[in-house]
């Protein structure tokens, strides 16, 4: 009889993954499904089983809604009943780059599994699982066989653009999308635990099909680093080499090979997981190898996935726990980092596998090119350049303050689950005031920004009028890192290096110089200390000394006439006394 009840559990479960076989699978591994097959499947199984349910969570640019699915095997799916309850979230993101759609697969088949199969998932007693089925819907739709140029598979797919041909995966920090701000609040709705972001990889040729871009431990930082490095990503690479694909990181060896070695590529707040590290979840971009055939890169994010979950059920108590802790710390930590910078004199020596790299002639320029041959495979000890150092750290100011004016940046600190208030009424206040002494801006625009570098500040003390109205953000949240990398000027993606306050860096009131010349005059009569300052200026500056023009110029700027606004950045400190 029990024999006879295992054999029919068997067939039932055969039966039941025919029913809900994917287009990959019926192809044999080369095809992945179009925007409207993968949400068909979805409702599909959200229909006939009551474990998942799929929601809509707001635009994107497509003009179509961006959908979550939710697996709770409770079939609770309010997110403070079960964060109530203990459970570990795994929030999975599928294409993002809609050309790279090996998680679409992974994800379908997964959660396919995981409701006809339960008996092999017994980790799901204590985990949600989370996913969203196609980030990049316009990409998605925008369907084709040639853009990925390099890639080995599916036989179609979508493009990286969105509808309105953003990269995606550079617009987390800001939200110039509906996809992003979408996004924003599904993911601090969920608060999740694990964030995986599933992509194929572009560059370099080696033996792995699959490659890991993680939070860099010394950006996501404290406790919660050291269990990423030390207990997490060790957990995963085991499961990986144990399931057959066996991982290494993300090769990161653009313009050079990677058996020299090579840097852990920058996690800023642009990108999913520096996004992600900011509210203090590890986040894993899966990184698939693009020359691998596909059904062996769907296979391995397939593993990867399943491997989050497993390791969600063995370290939940522990993680849940250090993130509660992370998030109390920050309230009261006293200096942030806003900018890295790699520490190329200290490295981690890791395994590599990779092929032989040689230069042999172009048959199409006759001049040598890069070849990885296949036929010498190696595996050498390869430095791996993975520790980060602050450049620039900020002390914590007790809050900021933003004028009412600039509304859109109030909006997505209020996106972002920052708590902010309004002033009751006017008032003075004693604050620290950032000037922008100088700045480099590109010619060509990058994600349509033309993103500013090499900031340099000048800061004064100073009591404003502030008008009832004003936005005042206190720095005492567990959102603190988010609020201090962007609201500090000099943060990496900081909102004043995506241009949100470039209005500043434009006078908007001048003079005319003959009339100016008499009041200019007027000035220096009444002020030692302006002529004091001109004539320092005129000796330290040669070129100054010559320009009639430039001496007013010196005179307007620190006279009562200059535009206190112009280069004065608009979000002000409030300092502890």
Aim: charged residues 25%; neutral net charge; hydrophobic residues 35%.
């Amino acid at each position: 009889m029990r024999i006879f009840l295992t054999v029919f559990l068997i067939a039932a479960t055969l039966s039941a993954s025919a029913q809900y076989q994917t287009r990959f699978e019926a192809s044999g591994g080369k095809q992945t499904p179009t925007y409207e097959e993968g949400i068909a499947y979805y409702q599909q199984l959200a229909k006939n089983f009551p474990q998942i349910q799929m929601q809509e969570k707001g635009l994107t640019d497509s003009g179509k809604p961006l959908h979550l699915i939710l697996y709770s095997r409770n079939k609770v799916f309010d997110i403070q009943k079960l964060k109530a309850q203990d459970k570990a979230i795994l929030l999975i993101n599928n294409a993002i780059h809609p050309g790279e759609p090996d998680g679409v697969d992974a994800s379908m088949m997964l959660l396919r599994d995981m409701l006809v199969n339960p008996g092999k998932f017994p980790e799901l007693d204590s985990i949600v699982v989370a996913i969203i089925p196609f980030y990049n819907i316009g990409g998605a739709l925008n369907r084709n066989a040639t853009t990925r140029t390099n890639q080995n598979g599916p036989e179609e797919y979508g493009f990286r653009g969105n509808a309105r041909n953003y990269d995606l995966n550079r617009d987390f920090i800001k939200s110039d999308t509906r996809n992003a701000r979408s996004f924003a609040a599904i993911f601090h709705e969920l608060d999740p635990d694990l964030f995986a972001d599933t992509h194929v990889s572009n560059g370099a040729d080696y033996q792995y099909v699959m490659t890991l871009d993680y939070a860099q431990k010394d950006k996501l930082g404290g406790p919660l680093g050291d269990f990423n490095n030390e207990v997490f990503l060790p957990y995963m690479y085991r499961h990986l080499k144990e399931g057959g694909f066996e991982a290494t990181p993300y090769v990161n060896a653009y313009g050079q090979t990677p058996d020299k070695g090579f840097v852990q590529f920058p996690d800023w707040p642009r990108y999913s997981t520096g996004y992600a590290a900011l509210f203090h979840t590890i986040g894993v971009m899966t990184e698939t190898h693009m020359l691998k055939p596909y059904d062996q890169r769907v296979r391995s994010t397939y593993a990867y996935l399943h491997g989050n979950i497993k390791f969600l059920a063995e370290q939940r108590t522990q993680l849940l726990k250090l993130r509660k802790e992370t998030k109390e710390a920050v309230k009261t930590q006293e200096k942030f980092a806003v900018t890295w910078q790699v520490n190329k004199d200290k490295n981690t020596p890791i395994q590599f596998k990779g092929y032989e790299p040689e230069y042999i002639p172009s048959e199409v320029s006759g001049l040598p090119r890069l070849h990885y041959d296949r036929s010498k495979p190696f595996t050498k000890t390869i430095p791996f350049y993975d520790t980060y150092a602050p450049l620039d750290v900020v002390t914590r100011p007790e809050a900021y303050i933003i004028p009412q004016g600039w509304h859109h940046i109030i909006e997505l600190l209020k996106l972002n689950g920052v708590t902010v208030t309004q002033l009751g009424k006017d008032a003075e206040m004693d604050v620290e005031t950032y000037y922008i002494e100088s700045l480099e801006t590109p010619k060509q625009p990058f994600e349509g920004h033309y993103w500013h570098t090499s900031v340099t500040l000048r800061t004064e003390k100073q009591k404003l009028h502030f008008k009832k109205g004003d936005w005042l953000v206190p720095v005492n949240q567990w959102t603190n890192r988010y609020i201090i990398e962007t609201l500090e000027p000099k943060g990496v993606d900081s909102f004043f290096k995506w241009n949100f306050f470039d209005t500043i860096l434009q006078a908007k009131e001048h003079y005319s110089g003959y009339v100016f010349e008499e009041l200019a005059a007027d000035l220096l009569k009444k002020s030692p200390e302006l002529r004091g300052k001109l004539d320092a200026k005129r000796k330290s500056d040669l070129e100054f000394a010559k320009s009639a023009g430039a001496h007013l110029d010196f005179i307007y700027a620190n006279s009562a006439y200059s535009e206190k606004e112009y280069m004065r950045y608009p979000v002000f400190r409030v300092v502890k006394r």
